[in-house]
């Protein structure tokens, strides 16, 4: 298994571009998320599914967009790039999330977005 | 949703046992304590889970009180590869939410 997989690794961004970050899992995970880190802070949910077809906000979902069409895929769209969405981007996956269901939940390696 | 308070920072000798605190003190009666760690600016990594009883794994241990107001994660022998932020997180919710977490340093 690949596990969880994030593309690009790195990418760099004008005020006003848009993008899609990819998010891709392979271990037929219900739950995908996806979380923001800037420096030397701790991370942020930006928006979740909890499977295909259903996303929710999180924390901070202002200026994306999340969609959910299948189990494998969750990709992040940023509409018009600001640089204060200049961050490392986590998306994770997991069985589900609830009560008291076990779960674990795997990171991708990450996206640095840089927005100038 | 329970909320958890960590100190900011710890260091720990190398061989010897971390013990990193956090304290939970709304915790419901269903709710689980979970904890992840970051190693540098990779995403993070499970480290392990419990409800009421004490709970080990090959990676750590995880003690809860009696009242599941607090509960230690206990490294046994850090080593320098131990060194990483650790994240404890109360579940169940439909959102798994970080906190700053506490910066544990392993030295020589």
């Known amino acids: 298994n690949a596990g969880v997989t994030q593309t690009p690794k790195f990418q760099v961004l004008k005020t006003g571009q848009s993008m899609t970050l990819q998010c891709a899992q392979d271990?037929?995970?219900?739950?995908m998320s996806w979380y923001r880190q800037d420096p030397g802070m701790g991370l942020r949910l930006i928006h979740y599914?909890?499977?295909?077809?259903?996303?929710d906000q999180g924390e901070v979902p202002n200026g994306y967009n999340v969609s959910r069409s299948t189990t494998e895929d969750f990709p992040l769209r940023l509409l018009s790039a600001a640089p204060s969405q200049t961050s490392v981007y986590f998306c994770?996956?997991?069985?589900?999330?609830?009560?008291?269901?076990?779960?674990?939940?795997?990171f991708g390696p990450g996206t640095r977005l840089t927005v100038l | 949703d329970a909320k958890t308070t960590q100190p900011t920072s710890m260091d720990c000798a190398e061989g010897r046992a971390a013990n990193l605190p956090c304290n939970h003190s709304?915790?419901?009666?269903?709710?689980?304590v979970y904890w992840y760690r970051q190693i540098h600016s990779q995403g993070p990594q499970y480290i392990i889970h419990?409800?009421?009883n004490n709970e080990t794994n090959e990676m750590a241990s995880l003690i809860i009180t009696e009242d599941r107001k607090s509960s230690t994660l206990i490294l046994p022998h850090a080593t320098l590869r131990d060194t990483a932020v650790y994240y404890c997180?109360?579940?169940?919710?439909?959102?798994?939410?970080f906190g700053t977490g506490t910066r544990l340093q392993v030295f020589p």
């Open positions: 994770a996956s997991s069985y589900n999330l609830g009560v008291g269901n076990y779960n674990e939940q795997f």
């Open positions: 271990m037929n995970h219900e739950y």
């Open positions: 599914s909890v499977g295909a077809g259903i996303t």
């Open positions: 709304t915790i419901s009666g269903n709710e689980y």
């Open positions: 419990g409800l009421k």
């Open positions: 997180i109360v579940l169940p919710t439909d959102k798994l939410i």
